[in-house]
């Protein structure tokens, strides 16, 4: 059986789910080597038998005896540490986002490109939830019509708040913090790109983040060029848990995705109702996405097939939600 | 336009109920008496405009200027007053039960068999609630096959059942008091008669219940002769609210009934969780269904058709409800 | 008890409905005049013994026996006859709209200020459905906290859409036509005025609407001038039937309101799923709205209340509709 | 970091499932044996490169390199297989039943008491369940209450029927194969063991399964020593799916586990309602509940802990189980 030697960089909170899906979840993957500057989270996969440890990224693409790499270091870093490995002749799988400018962006584009025979996956691991993949099958097939309308939600649960607080004036605003994984669903599901963005939003609950231009909840009306429809919201005060609801108007039927987060099958009829407890994380939320995503790369290295989401997607999300930033600081309609 | 004079005997919560129905929502009716002990109520229907009031039921019968009658009055005396009005020549619409034993409900039944052009009807009203008379016309229409096994729960909201616990005594029981609509329902939608009943309870929440030969929550098995099976639950203590849920398991098709009871189209999304708040009551439950039962009544006088819901219906419910008692009274399998 | 003599003027589908709701479900009203000027609708209302009918609405105000009159006359009449009516005495109840243009509708809000011993109610019925009434109860009662989104779908039923193309020419567009309710409530609940509007649609299923300068699905995106924003869906194209979606976010607790439309409580398990059939029309989903409406407007009239909703909102939800059609004809964002 | 060395018998449907678990989703699993008299079997796990194959079992718990058995045998070899390993000095995973009789189970729970070092664990994967072991975690914490009703349904999809039809004659009856995952679930939540049982059925829809004294749907009540109750329906002709629905009626609130089994977090809205397609079948429904349970298993070799899921029972279900039958067959109500 065909394992592919892999590293990861990035050991946070993120970087070790990472971590455990390629050490105990994915058997084509085998993780030998890891980076990271914290050297607390390099003996959490010691432990595990892992001896390739590095704390500098260009010492482990350079020394390690890997293939592939899982980049889930800060988004800062993600186009650089990119291009690093694929000049190298790695495989790469990054997380979100591709770059924080659209230069960035289509630097990696064009290294990608140059380099045919190695595979690249951007990682919206939405794509991947077994819910919005069939979504997508069910486009794909014909039997629910072609979309013309994207309505999506995406609020972090009200419980973590506080840390939002403190990381938002570094976070680049909702729409690049947030909602680019509605807009590459978005632009994945109407398969056009956007024409106009008017965007909205405030801080609602937390007037601080109004003040630093930030916002605790916002929204996006967008129209793409194939005449389809985006509405938008996201936001941070979700009071019953973690709300990524998605609902798709096509010409025959639609969908919804996620009405109700429900945390598991239980209904609780009690004393105030008939109750429903909720996801309250998104790692709980994804955790099949996350894996299978991964599993996903590393069938396309075996196989030599093409990943789903590449990155051009990662470019063009990039853009909307610089876009949608530009409408929400101005308060005029964008065109692109 | 036809319009049936018409008198009504009891004037309680559900009484009161009725008297409004008569009064404002159906054109058909015209409420001209009102027969009760209590002169406080007749004060009420008398500011509505209504002058033949009575303290003596025979009275109203023999002197009131009426076609038909509405009995409302405590379950003893149903039997009788059927009877009087009948054979001076009135239509008749009564609460549940038609009598309190079985003599006396065929008692009731030959009476009505002597006055075909008189037109009796029975108030079990849930035959008339759309959802039930839905998956009523879903089975005759044999869209959805023929029901084999039939699942109901009957649970009285818990906020209310200081009441019951005074009422207990007098109450005849889980079976005669309350799981008479569920044992109709059953009746109706199989179509076949009952053959033995398994029948436990106790008090699992008010052990003085049991003291008395009481439950606060008790179960029966049935199987009916056409071979089909009945499973019924009936309690006094649902915390969230008036629980009445039915099941219908068919050879084509489930159904099911009322899994929610919620008061409205709010659904609440809060710190703890989705939460539907539920109705928490019969009377806003089946507030459509005792009107349509009496709209249909005085169509059947009108239009001189034999109502839904008649004597027979009565006996039935009536003996699988004592059979029922006595299981649950004596610990053994009872068969009729 | 008071009865209030009344007339009405048309008697189309929902002309019927408010009649019907004045003969026999309104004990405080009495239905004593008509006018239509299709003779066979007064035909109908003769057969139930109204007796003043009248194909000239001026006649009617001028002869007939009446203290209130119910408008469900064409939306190009309402003005005017609101007018005349109250010029002449007359307590109104109209239909929406106030009228068709901002000027109307500020010429009958002074005629209503210079009567103010008649009562005037604008049809917005919505705000008398038990979920609607419901959500504005934990608005002000401030269990709920305050709203500053408001996000909404009304969205007519596909197998009703042929009426709808016939019509669409003179429909003045969906903002005109079906928006206004969704804008009232949301002027309703949030309780300030919009300040901006970006508005786009299509005929993404009926091209020859976008053709003619309508859409069969329209999206806008409004921000309020308290900071709060709306995001509205307005649309003639639902494959499960009507529906009207409501949710609001507050910053306490958020709703949702009638997130499926059932059409009763009945679940259906088959060879297919679990499937929740759904209300088809308006009528059926606003029935107990529109008797409540009235009911209100007959209380108000004789315990001298003020009507909860009256000229003022018909001129506001006008602007509002008419900034909307602007922005999506010119797709430019509007600014109030 | 441990690695418990484990062989596994049996590679049907389920035992494929658990081996693929062996090999890639637990870590402190090493899969390194295999037994199965189908030599096609044994080449699928042979691709992973496991080499210590056999035909028969007793070779391989003599001779292979493992401290641990996991046994999906066919049922009636369970009791002598678990025996013979644990003589043998290995822990054991055993699939249910624990034996074919009650004899054959007391035989089994005397061997494990008498290797009191070595861990046994029976698989009610049900038990790992999230939803049930949620709910046992809130009855524990006593914050729902103590059960005194416990209701379920477990209905294998209609799909498959053709499958049972040909098994039915061997399978023991419906209370045997099917229901003993209600009744360990039953006796898990109540903590009492049962006194009376009542059990009818038929073949509703496949006659012929009824002249075989088996059933194709079949109802169940019970009572409890100490007072509670459980009512149950099993059948095989769901037709919307895999349906293993649980309801307990505790003091305090009652909780519903999967009253819709959703296969996804997609709702359809189309043409004829609002649908939600379901789970196919119990690999899928189960699946995290079928890695969970061994995952602990490990767990408890590992940290010698004592497995939630004992000899006993398997013992009490069977029991149970065994008088079911009983019940249905005759007729008559058992008393255990």
Redesign the interface.
């Known amino acids: ?1 065909k394992k592919i030697k892999t590293g990861i960089v990035g050991l946070g909170r993120l970087g070790m789910h990472h971590a455990e899906d390629l ?5 084509e993957a085998e993780l030998v080597a890891a980076c990271s500057v914290v050297p607390e989270e390099l003996e959490k996969v010691k ?3 892992i001896t390739q440890l590095y704390s500098s990224y260009s010492e482990m693409i350079a020394k390690a005896d890997i293939e592939a790499v899982v980049i889930v270091s800060p988004s800062a870093q993600h186009a650089e540490q990119i291009i690093e490995a694929m000049e190298a002749g790695k495989h790469v799988f990054s997380e979100k986002p591709l770059g924080v400018s659209v230069e960035e962006c289509e630097k990696v584009e064009k290294v990608v490109e140059t380099h045919p025979k190695l595979k690249f996956q951007l990682g919206f691991m939405r794509r991947y939830d ?2 919005y993949a ?2 997508k099958r069910k486009i794909d097939s014909g039997e ?1 019509g072609k979309p ?2 994207f ?1 999506s939600t995406s609020n972090d649960p ?1 419980a973590t708040v506080e840390g939002f607080l403190k990381y938002a004036p570094h976070s680049g605003g909702p729409w690049l913090d947030m909602s680019v994984h509605d807009v590459d669903l978005a632009l994945w599901y109407i398969g056009s790109e956007v024409e ?1 963005i ?1 965007a ?3 801080g ?2 937390y007037p601080e983040l109004e003040k630093i231009g930030c916002a605790d ?1 916002a ?3 967008m ?1 793409f060029k194939n ?3 985006a ?1 938008m ?1 996201v ?1 941070y ?5 973690y ?1 990524v609801e998605t609902e798709l ?1 096509c ?12 945390k ?15 996801e309250t994380s998104w790692p709980v939320r994804f955790k099949d996405a996350f894996l299978l995503e991964k599993k996903d790369f590393f069938d396309c290295i075996i196989n030599d097939r093409i990943p789903v989401c590449g990155a051009k997607d990662g470019t063009l999300t990039t853009k909307v939600a610089i876009a949608a930033t530009k409408a929400f600081e101005t ?3 964008i065109r692109l």
């Not at 050490?23 to 058997?27: D, E, G, K, N, Q």
């Not at 005060?237 to 848990?241: E, Y």
């Not at 010409?251 to 429900?262: K, T």
């Open positions: 059986m050490f105990c979840r994915i058997p432990a595990w038998g077994p819910s069939e979504a629910i013309f309308l309505k009200l106009t008017y909205i939003g405030g609602y609950l909840n929204c996006a009306l129209k005449g389809a429809m509405q919201h936001g005060s979700s009071p019953h848990g709300q108007y010409d025959g039927v639609n969908l919804r995705i996620s009405a109700i987060p429900a598991d099958r239980i209904q609780i009829y009690g004393r105030d109702g008939v109750k429903i407890e909720c308060g005029e309609l």
